[in-house]
């Protein structure tokens, strides 16, 4: 079964410093995983996803993820936060095209992420 | 970019009453839409999956009879939650997924906030 782990509630951070949001996954052959925030009382906006290729998938808004195999993670990173990137964060994987005709997304728990001035 | 309309945005409604949420894709042919429901401060959980034109495919634990999908054409996909009572309260989000500049891509709307009193 598919599963993802964000192991982190909340995360705080100063404005200027870098941000990670953790995120661990499982599920059956090559994943496809996929990072999403979503503000108050809003949908889900799409940042990033990681199919193939390059391990490091930079985003929208300046964010970027590593994939790491063999940790079997996802970690979402901003080199400098801003207080407008206070909000929800989810991370979510599905599995790949051979492995999942239904295009399912499983979600984790959701991390909030607190980015004070 | 793609954009995935629901409405309405919000909606009160009495206990024993039913409620209709729209969920559109404007720009593009969405080929499957899901249903998500989210608790406050908890993750994304799937309720179903519907294909144009087919009976949706309902989650564990997810009552067919009392959340009806209908996705009656490549544009839209309604939800309806019969006879709602004060524990069906909730964000409800739609997904579209369909071919957007030559790839799948999945899009989420803005969610719908139903209260039942």
């Known amino acids: 079964a598919q599963s993802v782990a964000q192991p982190e509630d909340q995360v705080n951070v100063a404005e200027g410093n870098p941000l990670t949001v953790k995120c661990t996954y499982s599920?059956?052959?090559?994943?496809?995983l996929f990072w999403y925030v979503q503000y108050p009382n809003r949908g889900l906006q799409f940042l990033l996803k990681y199919i193939t290729g390059d391990n490091l998938v930079k985003g929208s808004y300046g964010f970027e993820a590593e994939f790491n195999k063999s940790q079997t993670s996802f970690h979402l990173k901003k080199p400098s936060a801003l207080v407008s990137d206070s909000a929800l964060y989810f991370c979510?994987?599905?599995?790949?095209?051979?492995?999942?005709?239904?295009?399912?997304?499983?979600f984790g728990s959701g991390t909030r992420l607190l980015v004070r001035p | 970019g793609a954009v995935v309309s629901q409405h309405p945005s919000w909606v009160i409604c009495k206990s024993g009453t039913s409620v209709k949420i729209e969920c559109r894709s404007l720009?593009?042919?969405?080929?499957?839409m899901f249903w998500y429901r989210q608790f406050p401060k908890q993750s994304l959980m799937l309720m179903a999956t519907?294909?144009?034109?087919?009976?949706?495919?309902?989650e564990q634990g997810v009552e067919k009879d009392k959340f009806l999908i209908n996705h009656a054409s490549l544009t839209l996909s309604t939800l309806t939650v019969t006879s709602a009572h004060p524990e069906d309260s909730s964000f409800y989000i739609c997904?579209?997924?369909?071919?957007?500049?030559?790839?799948?891509?999945?899009?989420f709307g803005p969610g719908t906030r139903l209260t039942v009193t």
């Open positions: 519907s294909n144009e034109g087919s009976k949706a495919t309902y």
């Open positions: 720009d593009f042919q969405a080929t499957t």
């Open positions: 979510a994987v599905r599995g790949g095209a051979s492995m999942d005709s239904s295009y399912k997304l499983i």
């Open positions: 997904s579209a997924r369909g071919r957007v500049g030559g790839n799948y891509e999945q899009y």
């Open positions: 599920v059956s052959g090559n994943p496809y």
